[in-house]
């Protein structure tokens, strides 16, 4: 049974960057639900995947520093550990993780058009198509079983969860293995970054609803990483359960655990976090109206999908936060999707203008506060809203 439990109110699509602001932007309801079965959470409102993943889709995984290295990272992990002709990405964005291989090694599958060609242009192989049972089958029948199948941030995007593992299960070995990332549930409500919540977010997966899923398809989790990635993110490594070559780490019954002592499974939890979700949007307002009350300026550091949900939840305009700004060419001069702010092109100098600079980003608070440490000794403050608002000094 699912059970509401917050309401982040009328946001538009997160990713879609306009060139003018329009006030009769398209907007959805965000409300959130826990499913009392099962244990997932989702957002009860589906867009149709061909407007969110657009052939012009503004999210480039490799825009930053942190992301590069973990998919790097990875890659050494993967050809070390595992033996595979070919691996699969789903969602392979614009390479971040397959230009680490071979040509011949990889295969991308990449809805986004303008993703896809970027490293279709490169000598990747990369079908520009969604991820079905029809793609499933048509790769078989080219490719052959694949032995490793890899995909971060993406099947949290997809509606149809049990097409998704159905696809995968026919296409992978029985000796093959699936990887799968995604921002952990736990991570998120021990952050309050309810931020992590909009309409491309259709699930946010525990360990514990994801063991559940898979158990449907034949599937088993046999171990589990956590990772420092957008905001805290569960790295699963899953096998077919008739594989008996693969042993079932610890780490799989220790995240468990870990998530049912924190009450990931009970729905009272979810109360709770609604509460401090309240908070948190009280006190990010409060703080932001004394700054401006006392003159000083503050920009937006990073046009996030999270930032969208952020200052329309909060209701935060440009008298508040003038501008954001962002290294994403595809975001520079357009308007924060549902409020009149503009995003600015990054520039060396653009932070002398300011006095405040809020985390759209706080995933890269680390990055960024490196990146500028010259200008924050010199008296730029950051603002965060993750786990609590709050000022950071030098
Ligand atoms: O799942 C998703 C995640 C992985 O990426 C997607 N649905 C959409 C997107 O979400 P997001 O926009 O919240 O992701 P990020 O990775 O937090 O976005 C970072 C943004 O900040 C990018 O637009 C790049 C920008 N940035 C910047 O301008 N300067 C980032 C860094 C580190 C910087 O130094």
């Not at 439990?5 to 398209?26: C, D, R, T, V």
């Not at 657009?54 to 070390?80: A, D, G, H, I």
Request: charged share 25%; glycine share 4%.
């Amino acid at each position: 049974m699912n059970k509401f439990f917050l309401n982040l109110g009328k946001q538009p699509l997160a990713n879609n960057y306009l060139k003018s602001f329009k006030q009769n932007q398209i907007r959805y309801n965000l409300r959130l639900f826990f499913n009392t079965r099962n244990k997932m959470v989702s957002i009860s409102k589906r867009i149709p995947s061909e407007k969110m993943f657009t052939n012009n889709y503004p999210y480039r995984s490799s825009m930053s520093k942190t992301m590069r290295n973990s998919f790097y990272k990875l890659s050494l992990e993967l050809k070390k550990k595992f033996i595979f002709k070919k691996i699969l990405e789903i969602g392979s964005n614009d390479g971040a993780l397959i230009t680490n291989f071979k040509k011949n090694e990889v295969i991308g599958v990449e809805p986004c058009k303008n993703l896809a060609q970027i490293t279709s242009k490169k000598g990747y192989l990369t079908y520009n198509k969604y991820w079905n049972y029809e793609l499933a089958k048509k790769l078989k029948k080219k490719h052959g079983e694949i032995d490793l199948i890899y995909s971060a941030n993406t099947l949290t995007h997809i509606s149809n969860l049990n097409d998704v593992f159905k696809s995968i299960n026919y296409l992978l070995s029985d000796k093959g293995v699936l990887i799968i990332e995604d921002p952990s549930l736990l991570e998120c409500i021990k952050k309050n970054s309810y931020d992590q919540f909009y309409n491309e977010h259709i699930y946010l997966f525990s360990a514990l609803a994801v063991k559940n899923l898979l158990s449907n398809h034949k599937l088993e989790i046999f171990d589990i990483k956590n990772l420092s990635t957008h905001g805290g993110s569960l790295r699963y490594y899953i096998k077919k359960k008739k594989n008996k070559n693969l042993k079932n780490k610890i780490s799989v019954k220790k995240q468990i655990n870990k998530e049912k002592k924190f009450g990931i499974h009970k729905y009272k939890t979810y109360k709770i976090f609604s509460q401090n979700v309240k908070k948190s949007k009280d006190s990010l307002l409060k703080m932001l109206r004394n700054i401006k009350k006392n003159g000083n300026k503050v920009i937006g550091y990073g046009a996030t999908a999270k930032a969208v949900t952020v200052v329309n939840y909060c209701n935060i305009n440009k008298n508040l936060i003038s501008n954001f700004i962002d290294t994403t060419p595809e975001k520079i001069n357009k308007y924060i999707p549902g409020k009149n702010i503009k995003i600015l092109k990054y520039k060396n100098n653009i932070l002398k203008k300011y006095d405040y600079a809020f985390l759209g980003a706080w995933n890269f608070k680390k990055e960024i506060l490196n990146k500028e440490k010259k200008i924050f000794k010199k008296g730029l403050k950051f603002l965060t809203h993750i786990p609590k608002p709050k000022i950071i000094y030098y």
